[in-house]
């Protein structure tokens, strides 16, 4: 690790000397891309965060969002201001004898949920399973850091092309890493996404979203309150494993990575984890917290110096009292290590004792490791010797932002290939991007917690949420084919698609997180297309009046290979009333239509930029722009499938109209659909956001539900065969539902 020669001048002007070997080892990693976001800074401030269900936004371990009261819920509690609850001010909380204390109010408190989202791309690719895994840990501690209990997990990957066998073996690992860890601590993982592109072959992406419960009387957030408290590190031991992990975040692999590199991978005991969350429950029905920080980049380091920086005050850390697993570890590694299943604690002097008793219940590490200061400066000493000290402030926000140059990306001719119909349905839907994803989310369990009323392979997951008496539903995800063809188009039907996906489940948006995965920011035309996917993500999100209330950075994803596409994962949530959805299955008793879509509506003509049909058959074509108001879209789809004639809802996107009907094909229920001229198979696979194909018993009245400024057409019907029949122009095919499966079980017959 070391310290850039124009940041070691920043930092001995700071300083007056020349910082220790630790010093400068702390400010290499906390003004690291992957933590100060210096080439993204600028850039994020496109985003609206605010919004009166927005409780804590940017800048805390997770967001905090108000559910909103049910509908005529006379008993409902009054919101607070949006300056979230009042927290234990440190002056020592009376505690019982170890049961828990709750709250004494007659009313119930508001309930909240928390939201936020990691990437662990880089270590993902030295050690799949262990960068996975760890990945899922550090995102679960960053929902307890706010008082919070995991509820419900999303993964977002992305990996080369599927027939390379380093993309598979990189596939199957983080898939294991994500099942192991998350079925180990009892949190579901629910939904997600998975794509292949050849140019993830050498970068991989992880990007991991978690929900959280908690409610007003149990918030807690990180700036540290009072001086004289004490900070108290509670879970596994300190080892050396995951040193320089935020440097090693923010550059790019090459090709000795996988060996190289290897250290600066933590290593994840889910188990440790699991206790680790339970303790943090006892501790926050006991008020034991004051503030909370996870131990995650930059490591002790890190959490620490944030904590104290947020609250304006200072800390003495004496880094020899940190329990450790590894003899002679010196001042430097104990400070940067980012071993995992810790967390920091701020703690009145008088709980000590009780936190310490909790921690040895559940067998847990503990150490006090200092006390709040009300001086500014972060000082940590080692053996006697002091070899940190500094402004907490200056440590977290002294790193300059990056002024980069930015080239736009080229505007793509039309070259459409010539391809049989019969070519084009089979080939797109046995491509591993619209094949079954069923591999994958079997392995996870997604109904532990017995909230999960949507499974996995559905639009949206959606938990009921019991504590607020409504259905929660979750989405995540992102498109690299249509980032790649149009950045800043493709980033907006990004959005439009993900609160689409929310719409067919009869849901309304509530909030967003974002995760934002670039290239080496040093390249102009790289930089350009993050930028542009930026502007693109935050200017649908506005237009959607969806908050984006948290989220991540991750740049220097380039390899050998060369830059990943941009590739904006957007994770959002949203409720209903309860959490009976509708399905994305046919029933097979009904009228076929889809909303949205103006090229069926005759409004405009298909475009095929960024779709999986130009992928598999190669070409080029403008990218199909989403709705230019997209929230009267998604207003008219979750109130039209609120009806009750209709029987199912399935978003349109991925291989177009054409797979999405495929999908809803049961052994007891087929679909027959035509798509006429003009340019019938371009109709059929052009893959514009916005859609949603609802079957109804009511079309009529279905049709008449829309606002005339959103589109409709009728695509045809369903009846029990559990037969696919699809015209094209003048071409008729037919399929069972067992064909269809077959050939939607790529993934599965290679994997085998």
Known sequence: MALDDADRELVESELGREPTRAEAALFENLWSEHCAYRSSRRLLTAFDSEGEQVVVGPGDDAAVVAVPTPAGDDEASEADDGEGSETNDGEGSETDDGQASGTNDDEASETYLTFGIESHNHPSYVDPVDGAATGVGGIVRDTMSMGAYPIALLDALYFGDFDADHSRY??????????????????????????????????PLVNVACVGLTDADRLVTADAKRPGNRLVLVGNATGRDGLGGASFASEDLDEDAETEDRPAVQVGDPYAEKRLIECNEALLDEDLVVAARDLGAAGLGGAASEMVAKGGLGAEIDLGAVHQREPNMNATEILLAESQERMCYEVAPDDVERVRALADRFDLGCSVIGEVTAA????????GETVVEADAEFLGDGAPANDLERAAPPEPERAL???????????????????SKEWVYRQY????????????????????????DCGLALAAGSEPNWTAAAPYEGARAVAVETATNLAAKGAEPLAAVDCLNGGNPEDPETYGGFAAAVDGLADACAALDLP????????????????????????????RPDADAPPAAASGDGTLVVVGDPVLGGDAEPRLGGSEYLAQFGGSDRFPAPPAEPRATVDAVREAVAADHVRAAHDAS?????????????????????????????????????????ETTAPDALEASVPADVPTARLGTTDETGRFEVGVGAETLTYDAAEIADLRATIERELA
Do not use: K, Q, W
Not at 376 to 383: E, G, M, S, Y
Not at 548 to 575: C, F, Q
Not at 658 to 665: G, P, S, Y
Not at 667 to 690: H, I, K, M, Q, W
């Open 548 to 575: 984006v209330v948290g989220g991540n950075v991750s740049l220097y994803n380039d390899s050998e290979s060369g830059p990943i596409p941009p590739t904006p994962t957007l994770a959002a949530v949203g409720t």
């Open 376 to 383: 500014d400066a972060f000082v940590c000493t080692f053996d």
């Open 654 to 694: 991925h291989g177009g109209l054409l797979v999405t009907l495929a999908e809803m094909v049961t052994p007891d229920a087929g679909v027959s659909v035509a798509f006429d001229d003009p340019n019938p198979l371009a109709r059929a696979v052009s893959e514009r956001a916005g859609r949603v194909v609802v």
């Open 417 to 435: 290939p010539d391809v049989g119909v019969a070519e084009a349905v089979e080939t797109l839907l046995a491509s591993p991007n619209t094949a």
């Open 170 to 203: 990189l596939f199957e690992g983080v898939v294991e890493g994500i099942s192991h860890y998350g079925n180990s601590i009892g949190v579901p993982t629910v939904g997600g996404s998975v794509a292949f592109h050849e140019d993830y072959e050498g970068n």
């Open 445 to 468: 369990d997604h109904e532990v917690g017995v909230r999960t009323a949507t499974r996995p392979g559905d639009d949206a997951a959606v938990l009921a949420l019991r504590e607020a």
